[in-house]
């Protein structure tokens, strides 16, 4: 495998994210741990996935008090986001 520039993996990221619903967690993991080695934020790109087991399948339970609420349809994981 090639090295890749930061710059490269800036574009490897930003079309891996387009499609993330087709993706699998396997895929994510190695986009989440490329992003680490050149020390790239995913800032909101990190909601698109459960942190526990990187499905890309979630499902919003609840908004309230500026706090949304999402489950992982996999493992069940709650995860909460301060909306702003």
Request: some cysteine; overall charge positive.
């Amino acid at each position: 495998m090639k090295k890749l520039s930061k710059k490269e993996a800036i574009e490897k990221i930003e079309e891996f994210f387009k499609d993330i619903k087709n993706k699998n967690p396997k895929e994510i993991k190695k986009i989440k741990k490329l992003a680490m080695k050149h020390n790239i934020k995913l800032k909101e790109k990190r909601k698109k996935f459960c942190k526990k087991c990187f499905s890309p399948r979630l499902k919003i339970i609840s908004i309230k008090n500026k706090i949304k609420r999402v489950v992982c349809e996999e493992c069940g994981y709650i995860s909460r986001w301060k909306i702003k």
